[in-house]
């Protein structure tokens, strides 16, 4: 053997070493970020379980096993948590988006399902949603009709109480699927229906995850860095399936019907299909809707339409028969919410910034006009044969950012469909959107002591 020889394989051996030694170190990083993922989950809900607090809304007791580990969350707890936890995520999500194949997948499975079990076993965290929600199902289940009457109709309710006092005389905004899926929490205690709506959200949230894997497959992306993009994100796991809000059967439906217009083969009964799908998922929060525009431009067929229309003739049907007329009026529910405005909303963190004491009518104004143009621009460019996913995306986040009535669970819609397109763009707007968000909330960690 020639010394040159010898020399080129002492270098392949050590340019071996090198990588394995390097992939070692990725993957022992990345093991320790979503320690500290599960660490910081795991710490949120067990000081949660410690009782009512600025960050864990009054409820009963139903989860008392977990008393008595933690100390009590407050600001000083909470929001460092989730500052370091939303800096972990950005960093394993990049790692994972770097090194391909680096993360075993029955590892980032278990991960994910791990932070999900942790949300799903303590208390109702940072909004009061889940009670109101219960306190529908029981209106509904004992001849009230929802979509009329908040749940102050129902005094009686042992849940009342932990209703927000905001809440407590607004009917229901969300669509008949939503209810209907709610029901069973109607026919047992309260402690019996805040957990059927914890378990409901929990399955949910597995229908998401398993949904956004198929599709990212499908599409021809790493289902692992799909997953963890959402099932990781402590906006998703903390705010989303911590407070169990029903957007995460909005998110189901409208993965299950990007699942069946991406599947092979492509046929008019698959594009019907996915069609009547989002529309059930606009019967559950009207939001949804939006994605409709977007695939029948794509499609340019008349299945898509076809689907559409015979799943919300479906829909309003039943919700008339079962509630009248009020529970028909799908808009009536985003036209009170509209005109709010929440202290997370981008317009409020502009008009401080500005200057302003608050969001004004012209600001509304102003917004919807914005909104309106971004959603025709991205309709103009479907047509012209833009992704209708990316487009969609788009138009969610454009919800978000724009609306005057921003909750943090809100910032991820957009998110599973962000990882199955090419336009990362949308991903790195989404993640930005969050960022911002995420500083805002902590900077009082960082900002002048008083």
Known sequence: MSSATASADVETEHGSLERLGSERLAAGLAALLALVLVAGAAEVVLD?????????????????????????????????????SFAAYGALAALAHRRPGLLPARWAVAFVAALQLILFAGPVLLAT???????????????????????????????????????????????????????????????????????????????????????????????????????????????????????????????????????????????????????????????????????????????????????????????????????????????REGALVSSYSFASQLSHLLGKPGVYPIDHTLLTIALVLALAYLLWRTWRGYDWIAASGWAMLAIAVTTTWLMPWYTVWPLPLAVITRDRRLLTATLVIQTIWVIHQTSPLYGPVP
């Open 129 to 335: 949603d889940l009670f109101t929600n219960v306190a529908y199902a029981h209106e509904a289940v004992n001849g009230i009709n929802p979509y009329i009457h908040g749940p102050a109709a129902l005094p009686t309710f042992a849940g009342y109480h932990f209703v927000s006092p905001d809440w407590v005389r607004w009917p229901s905004p969300y669509g008949v699927v939503f209810t209907l899926v709610t029901l069973p929490a109607g026919l047992v205690s309260l402690d019996g229906g805040i957990w059927i709506l914890k378990l409901e959200g929990l399955i949910e949230s597995a229908a998401v995850l398993w949904l956004t894997w198929r599709c990212a497959r499908v599409r021809g992306f790493d289902p692992v860095l799909a997953i963890i993009v959402v099932g990781a994100n402590p906006l998703y796991t903390l705010y989303t399936l911590g407070g169990s809000h029903n957007d995460l059967l909005m998110m189901a439906f409208m993965l299950a019907g990007v699942a069946l217009l991406v599947s092979s083969p492509a046929s008019a009964g698959r594009e019907a299909g996915g069609a009547a799908t989002i529309v059930a998922g606009a019967l559950v929060k009207a939001t949804l809707g939006v994605m409709l525009p977007f695939l029948i431009a794509s499609k340019r067929r008349l299945a898509p339409i076809i689907g559409a229309v015979a799943a919300l003739a479906t829909g309003l049907a039943v919700g008339y028969a079962l509630w009248g007329s009020s529970a028909v009026n799908i808009f009536e529910g985003l036209r």
């Open 48 to 84: 949660a379980a410690e009782g009512f607090s600025p960050m864990v809304p009054a409820q009963p007791a139903f989860d008392s096993w977990l008393a008595g580990i933690g100390t009590r969350l407050g600001y000083d707890q909470f929001l460092p948590t989730l500052l370091i």
